[in-house]
């Protein structure tokens, strides 16, 4: 593993106490997000530093059934946990979005026992018209006034214009390590590529443009990933378990491509440049592929160009327990790379502290079958 990539992986396996350092050492104030439809651009433009919401202290939840619901995602539940017991105090505030039940339903909660902080409330639109579009645009607009109040000031539309080339930039350098991966001997594994992103979502964007930079430069002098491996991608929301990415690529396998909140859906598409930037960004993010915002057939299409484009043999559906969005669209889309695409998938459930080891005997059958 290059150098780089060892510093983003200790970020993200130490990311609570990296934030809480950025805090620390800075003067950033950060506002948090859940769902890759929140544009990151809109909380760098009014100032603060965006970071994606996640568990990410491995601790059992404690305190959270008491305000949500026990049928709900536990990833989310157990990063309300986490944020309620005031284990991650760097989070200033968040925009929760209009996304899966789980996120949705969070913003009354947050609201009411987090009330001196910020939290607002975007609502997304499942449409993809030109109607919806003008109406996600002025809830973007009505956020950012939201966001300027909080922060003190004003953001012009050089600011934003400017955080929109920064983020467009940031996602070029994540599209091109992620490209790697369609090489028949893939410079790194799909475990690698997990941890490049994840860290994305903590480091301030400068900080984590420098490490990409040297990431590139590092493993395209690196060997490939030594011998013949099954080619797989993983689909499903939050794939948030890096021992879960490991133990697919310990039996044998190798994660090519995903189809993941927190993978491949967060770094396209491209937000235009040099227009007006709230109906740019508008525009851009209404594409994201998530399951609780696309049709089938754009979640299809989607993993269609992934399963050409990176010579995938086999689809591994890794979907949280109680995430009705990926689980309303699973068979459908199971059925479709089966039968049209003639794709072997494989279905397993996750959930936050599962252990992944009763998982083995599974994936090394399927791999095996696809060798």
Sequence with gaps: ?????????????????????????????????????????????????????????????????????????????????????????????????RSCEAVTFLYPTWKRHLPEGFADYLNVPWKRSENAIQFFKKELERVSKNLEAFAGRKMSPDDLNHAITQFNNHRSLLRKINDLRKAESPPLSGTDAFYVTMSGFILPKERHRRLMEQCLAEIEAAPAVNGPRVRLLVSG?????????????????????????????????KVAEGGDPLDALARAYIQRPCGFNSPI?????????????????????????????????????????????????LLVETDYLNQTDPLRTRIEAFVEMLA
């Design 297 to 345: 057939s754009t979640r299809f299409a989607f993993i269609k160009e992934r399963i050409a484009t990176h010579q995938v043999q086999g689809v591994i559906f890794a979907i949280n327990k109680h995430c009705e969005s990926e689980a309303f669209d699973y068979p459908q889309l199971e059925k479709r790379i089966r039968e049209e695409l003639k794709v072997a998938t």
């Design 1 to 97: 593993m290059s150098n780089a990539l060892n510093i983003m992986t200790d970020v993200v396996q130490n990311a609570s106490a990296i934030l809480s350092d950025i805090k620390g050492r800075t003067s950033y104030r950060m506002i948090g997000y859940f769902s890759p439809v929140v544009p990151e651009e809109l909380i760098a433009a009014a100032g603060f530093h965006p970071v994606r919401l996640y568990p990410w202290l491995k601790t059992s939840i404690q305190v959270a059934d008491a305000y949500l619901q026990t049928y709900v995602c536990s990833h989310v539940r157990a990063a309300w946990d986490q944020i309620i017991q005031g284990k991650h105090p760097y989070i200033d505030g968040a925009i929760i979005s």
């Design 237 to 269: 929301g939050c794939v948030i378990d890096a021992d879960l990415w490991k133990l697919i690529e310990s039996c044998g396998a190798l994660i090519v491509a995903d189809d993941v909140n927190n993978g491949a859906r967060s770094i396209r598409p």
